[in-house]
């Protein structure tokens, strides 16, 4: 390889290296969970027509742009470069404007694969990525006018210092997904939980101080959700299989937020069986109350003594393993 093209070499390989599985994994994750296609636009604040159409097609754009930036060269590339900055834009420009008409909803840009609640810090976090998009677009401008081959091709032509420069990026990835986890909201309830806790109003009227209703011996067992969320639904339906077990020794409820900038009313809860029984939490004071972020499903636990128990339960799994944990304690 010439000069040039040995100095732009890893920069091609560390940008597509990160750019181009996220694209594909973005594509196929959304095309798996293309159930969800209506909440996502929902999340989006994007018109609902066609919505399963317009999320299949987004999803085939990203992974065939990240083919292209994989396995193309010259004009592919370059083209798929500008493509990724055009689509990372516009995301950018309809998150902002999700979050101006008060979206906080999972804007289902992983699909199941990850929660990724609409906030300012994803805008943040597209327009960083955004700017990345530019530098890789202007690399492989630079790269296609320097005969650079493709990134397939730099494996095999120049192996130990593609090995390293995938590795590097390989940490950098990993290193932002413990980052980001390290940085969810909910590991610490506000200092004055005790002091201040916003009441619940239960669907017969009643208005329930949860924090009372556990020192008196019955634990709580609060799963925040909003609606048009596959997730929440079927985190609900975990409560739902086990409601006679939990009814043994504490209350579950189901927790939606209601107020200015959301829906006043709860969705309407359906199940063949028991039914876990459902709240309002008035503007989501309780929520904030309890600290746990955008994020939902989410569930948190108030202990006989109050306090709620670290960690909250945050996604499917973790609340299917909190619930396994609390029935199997009585078994």
């Not at 987004?58 to 990724?84: C, H, K, T, W, Y």
């Not at 390290?182 to 109003?201: E, K, V, Y």
Request: aromatic residues 4%.
């Amino acid at each position: 390889m010439t000069p040039s093209t040995s100095a732009l070499a890893p920069v091609i390989l560390a940008l597509v290296c990160i750019a181009a599985p996220a694209l594909v994994t973005s594509g196929i994750a959304k095309l798996v969970a293309l159930d969800d296609a209506p909440r996502t636009l929902s999340a989006l604040r994007l018109p609902q027509r066609a919505a399963r159409a317009s999320v299949a097609a987004v999803s085939v754009v990203e992974i065939v742009l990240g083919v292209a930036l994989a396995l193309g060269d010259g004009f592919v590339r370059v083209a798929a470069a500008g493509a990724a900055v055009v689509l990372l834009a516009a995301f950018t420009v309809v998150v902002t404007r999700a979050v101006e008409r008060g979206s906080a909803e999972d804007c289902g840009c992983f699909g199941r694969w990850a929660d990724t609640p609409v906030s300012a810090a994803l805008v943040r976090r597209n327009g960083v990525f955004t700017l990345g998009a530019l530098v890789m677009a202007g690399a492989a401008s630079a790269a296609s006018a320097a005969g650079v081959p493709s990134a397939l091709a730099l494996l095999v032509v120049a192996p130990v210092a593609s090995a390293l420069t995938l590795g590097a990026s390989a940490a950098l990835v990993v290193a932002g997904f413990v980052a980001a986890r390290a940085g969810r909201r909910g590991g610490l309830p506000s200092p004055d939980i005790l002091n201040h806790r916003p009441p619940l109003l239960r669907e017969d009227g009643l208005v329930i101080d949860v924090v009372t209703e556990a020192v008196r011996g019955r634990a709580q067992l609060l799963l925040f959700t909003q609606p048009l969320c596959g997730k929440c639904e079927r985190a609900a339906a975990v409560l739902d299989r086990h409601h006679d077990a939990l009814a043994g020794f504490m209350d579950a409820r189901i927790v939606y937020a209601v107020g200015p900038g959301l829906d006043w009313n709860a969705p309407a809860r359906q199940a063949d069986g028991p039914r876990t029984g459902a709240a309002l939490d008035l503007g989501g004071a309780l929520a904030q109350a309890l600290d746990i972020g955008s994020q939902r499903p989410v569930a948190v636990l108030i202990a006989t003594n109050g306090h709620p128990v670290l960690p909250y339960s945050v996604g499917e799994e973790e609340i299917e393993g909190l619930v396994g944990a609390l029935v199997g304690s009585r078994a």
